[in-house]
């Protein structure tokens, strides 16, 4: 039986979500007690959802437009994720603005990958910022979600070179391969109780450590 729970919320196509149940798959989690319990988007169109059936994982939509307000919506949200009583709360590609009453209610098991090099690039249009910037190093992070748009601690990041011509998408598209090694290890981490939160603190041994800094000539 199951008892470390993972619960994916996931707002398009869904390809950290994919990832991860690919990682899953591959190194038996069950075996460990980990298991996926359930896909939920806030839109009922996410081409990831339709992935998470084809797969044969339960899915949930909470549409975020059919409710009055932001409060309405988590409340919802937060009903129908704690049904499976998770460990561990994935935001992969989730596109909502969380309140701190959604926040705090999974104080250290919600975690975030963010497409740069935290604290560097907060919000949207990461690529093209990072271009614009003239930074030679670019990455994605996984965090603890904190009341901070993208401001809460740092669990794990990669590191991918910016080489000349990158276009967003070029960019884009090395540093997703990354998302997709670096995100199943973190939440796997997380999950088996490895990766803590303390204090605001994350808390972890060496060699998880190791294993959450990762640069592009690594894999
Ligand atoms: C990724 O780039 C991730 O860093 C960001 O949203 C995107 C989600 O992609 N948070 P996908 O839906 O997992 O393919």
Same mark, same amino acid.
């Given at each position: 039986?199951?008892?470390?729970?993972?619960?994916?919320?996931?707002?398009?196509?869904?390809?950290?979500? $994919?990832?991860?149940?690919?990682?899953?798959? /591959?190194?038996?989690?069950?075996?460990?007690?980990?298991?996926?319990?359930?896909? $939920?988007?806030?839109?009922?169109? &996410?081409?990831?959802?339709?992935?998470?059936?084809?797969?044969?994982?339960?899915?949930?939509?909470?549409?975020?437009? &059919?409710?009055?307000?932001?409060?309405?919506?988590?409340?919802?949200?937060?009903?129908?994720? !704690?049904?499976? %009583?998770?460990? +561990? $709360?994935?935001?992969?590609?989730?596109?909502?603005?969380?309140?701190?009453?959604?926040?705090?209610?999974?104080?250290?098991?919600?975690?975030?990958?963010?497409?740069?090099?935290?604290?560097?690039?907060?919000?949207?249009?990461?690529?093209?910022?990072?271009?614009?910037?003239?930074?030679?190093?670019?990455?994605?992070? +996984?965090?603890?979600?904190?009341?901070?748009?993208?401001?809460?601690?740092?669990?794990?990041?990669?590191?991918?070179?910016?080489?000349?011509? !990158? %276009?967003? !998408?070029?960019?884009?598209? /090395?540093?997703?391969?990354?998302?997709?090694?670096?995100?199943? /290890?973190?939440?796997?981490?997380?999950? &088996?109780?490895?990766? +803590?939160?303390? %204090?605001?603190?994350?808390?972890?041994?060496?060699? +998880?450590?190791?294993?959450?800094?990762?640069?592009?000539?690594?894999?």
């Amino acid at each position: 039986m199951a008892n470390k729970k993972i619960v994916i919320l996931i707002s398009g196509r869904g390809s950290n979500f $994919v990832a991860i149940a690919q990682a899953a798959q /591959r190194e038996n989690w069950a075996q460990e007690g980990i298991e996926i319990a359930c896909v $939920v988007s806030n839109r009922p169109e &996410a081409a990831g959802l339709e992935r998470a059936r084809e797969l044969g994982y339960e899915t949930a939509v909470v549409d975020h437009k &059919a409710y009055p307000d932001r409060v309405a919506f988590e409340k919802a949200l937060i009903e129908v994720i !704690d049904r499976y %009583d998770p460990a +561990v $709360v994935v935001l992969a590609g989730f596109m909502r603005i969380l309140t701190d009453c959604f926040v705090n209610h999974y104080d250290g098991r919600i975690l975030n990958i963010h497409p740069a090099l935290l604290p560097l690039f907060k919000g949207l249009d990461t690529h093209q910022r990072a271009i614009d910037a003239g930074v030679r190093i670019h990455g994605c992070t +996984v965090h603890f979600v904190s009341a901070e748009l993208d401001g809460g601690a740092i669990i794990g990041q990669a590191a991918v070179p910016v080489v000349p011509g !990158d %276009d967003a !998408d070029t960019l884009a598209h /090395r540093a997703l391969k990354l998302e997709h090694v670096l995100y199943p /290890r973190a939440v796997k981490a997380v999950a &088996a109780g490895e990766v +803590v939160l303390k %204090d605001n603190r994350v808390e972890m041994p060496a060699h +998880v450590v190791q294993q959450l800094a990762l640069f592009s000539n690594e894999i």
